[in-house]
C-alpha cells in the first residue's frame, strides 16, 4: 500500500523553484497571497499539516498549537522569530527553524543605505524633485544640508551577525564603531572592525549614527525610548532594521518633530504594517516597508533554507535527521517514541 505523502502548508507566495524542492517530497498547500488569519484559521491550516513554512506575520503560540497531534516543525522565514512562542513549539515538541547568516550581508547593505540615505537627507530630496519644486536655477547653495557619514562615529546597539557585517563595512568610510551588546567581541574581531564597546549611555551619547540591530525580547521592548532618544546628539541618524517595538515610534516623532534628534530611518515598525501616523508627516523620518533582507540571492537563499530545515526535519534529502538551523534540536530525540513520529 502507497504511504500518503506528508503535507507543508507555505504560508506565504514563496519562489517556484523552492516550492518545486517541497514537492518532490510532499504534499505542498501553498498560499498565493500574503494574508493575515485569525489565530482559528491559523490553528486550523496547523492542525492539519506536517510541517508549515510561515512568516513574521504568523504568530505560532500556544493557542494555536493546543491539541495539535500532527505537525512537527514550524520553519520561520526570517532570522528573528519573536513571532514564535519556542517554549510552547518545545513542550509540543514541535521543531522551530530560523534562517540566520544567509540575510547578514543584505541587511547590512540595507542598513547603511538608510544610514546615507538619511543622513543625506535623500527621500527628502527626492520627494520635493519629484514634487516639481526643482525651478529656475540650481538648488540653494547653503539648502539641502546634511551631516556627513565618513569619519563620524557609528554605533551599533546589538553586535550579533548582522551588526558585524555593520561595523566591517565602516573601515571604508574611516568611521570610529562604538558598540553595546550582552557580551564583548574577540579582541581579534574588535580590533579588525576598530570597534570597542562602551555602555548603553556612552553608545547613545557619542553616536553620530546609531543602527540597531538587536533581536526583539520582552526586556528590549522600547530600548529606545523618550529618555533614551533625549541622550543622543541633536544632528544623530538613528537606524532601526530590528524589530518593531524596539524603539518607542511615539516618542521617536515627537524628538524628530522637535529638532532633539537629526533624523531617523525606519524599515520596521511596532504594529506593522501599521506606522505611526506622527512619522509620516515627517520629512525628517525615512521609512521602509520592511525589506532589509529583500534582494533577490538573499531571500531566495531564506527560502531554500527554510525548505532545507522542513526536508531535513521530516527525514529526507542529504541530511535527513539534522535540519541545519533548527533552534530547539532536542525535542527531536523524543520523536520516535511519540505518535507524530
Ligand atoms: C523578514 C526579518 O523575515 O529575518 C528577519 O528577522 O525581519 C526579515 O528578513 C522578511 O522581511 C520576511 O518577512
Redo the contacts with the bound molecule.
Sequence with gaps: MKMAKQKVWVSRPLFPEVLARLAEYFEVEAEAHEGKRTPAQLKAKLADVDAAVV???ERVNAAVLEGNQRLKIVA??????NNLDLDALSRAGILAS??PDV?NES?ADYAWALMLAAARRMGAAERWLRAGQWQGSATRFDDWLGVDVHGKTLGILGMGRIGQAIARRAAGFNMRVIYHNRSRLPESIEREYRASLVDKASLLSQADHLILVLPYTPENHYALGAAELAQMKPSAVLVNVA?GGIVDDAALAVALREGRLGAAALD?FEGEPAVHPDLLGLENALLSP?????SEDT?RA?AHLAADNVIAALGHGARAGQPPTALNPAVMAAWSSRTRA
Excluded: D
Aim: charged share 10%.
Design positions: 512568516g513574521l506575520s520561520n522565514l526570517g532570522v528573528g522569530y530560523n534562517t540575510l541587511v524589530r520596521v520592511h525589506i532589509a533582507s529583500a531571500r531564506m
